[in-house]
Nanobody, 123 residues
Framework: QVQLVESGGGLMQAGDSLRLSCAASERTFSSYTMAWFRQAPGKEREFVAV????????DYGDSVKGRFTISRDNAKLTVALQMNSLKPEDTAVYYC????????????????WGQGTQVTVSS
């Protein structure tokens, strides 16, 4: 199984920017659909962003659209999430996820997950 490792989380102030990254362990990463999800205490896992294998198609959850940007570098086996204009509501553990084929926003469709990285945004 491919291993995914998230990094870049931290303590932020409202309005700040932060960039998360996810590193994959296999060259087959370049063929995977990649996504970011987040989960706050007491809440269900929420879709944040998705990008197809080539990087030409992206989609975002309504709560982050216009503020967050997902990107990937297949040569470096990484996917990133650029988060701008952070809000306290963005506080959560952020997870990187991968599936072999097909773009979807459903977490149940993803086969591989990282351990998560904590993002905390204070007001």
């Amino acid at each position: 199984q491919v291993q995914l490792v998230e990094s870049g989380g931290g303590l932020m102030q409202a309005g700040d920017s932060l960039r998360l990254s996810c590193a994959a362990s296999e060259r087959t990463f370049s063929s995977y659909t990649m996504a970011w999800f987040r989960q706050a205490p007491g809440k269900e896992r929420e879709f944040v962003a998705v990008i197809n294998s080539s990087g030409g198609r992206t989609d975002y959850g309504d709560s982050v659209k216009g503020r967050f940007t997902i990107s990937r570098d297949n040569a470096k086996l990484t996917v990133a999430l650029q988060m701008n204009s952070l809000k306290p509501e963005d506080t959560a553990v952020y997870y990187c996820a991968a599936r072999v084929v097909g773009v979807t926003t459903s977490p149940g469709r993803y086969s591989y997950w990282g351990q998560g990285t904590q993002v905390t945004v204070s007001s």
